[in-house]
Nanobody
Framework: QVQLVESGGGLVQAGGSLRLSCAAS????????MGWFRQAPGREREFVAA????????YYADSVKGRFTISRDNAKNTVSLQMNTLKLEDTAVYYC?????????????????????WGKGTLVTVSS
């Protein structure tokens, strides 16, 4: 069993930066690929970024490529999302997800039901 708890959300002006963190419980964290997803009001949850469990390779949605960076610290059981040059359209609830032994690219394209665990989310609001 893995529990995921997100933190770091808040209100930021357009063009600003924010860093989200996801703390995971469980001894096998390093066997899970980790991802960030987001859900804006009235929209479906969508993939943002993922990082592979073994190689640390990353994969990003086109909408955030070059602005967001995902990283993980297996020693601390955490995964982070550094968000720079934030835009109004980045406003959403951001969720951390875990999937057992897969790749970041596969995680980006699989059904949301394919995730093994989800956090409860943290709200990011970008203002003008």
């Amino acid at each position: 069993q893995v529990q995921l708890v997100e933190s770091g959300g808040g209100l930021v002006q357009a063009g600003g930066s924010l860093r989200l963190s996801c703390a995971a419980s469980g001894r096998t964290f390093n066997k899970y690929s980790m991802g960030w997803f987001r859900q804006a009001p009235g929209r479906e949850r969508e993939f943002v970024a993922a990082i592979t469990w073994s190689s640390g390779s990353t994969y990003y949605a086109d909408s955030v490529k070059g602005r967001f960076t995902i990283s993980r610290d297996n020693a601390k059981n955490t995964v982070s999302l550094q968000m720079n040059t934030l835009k109004l359209e980045d406003t959403a609830v951001y969720y951390c997800a875990a999937r057992w032994i897969t790749t970041a690219q596969l995680m980006a394209h699989m059904s949301l039901d394919g995730m093994d665990y989800w956090g409860k989310g943290t709200l990011v609001t970008v203002s003008s």
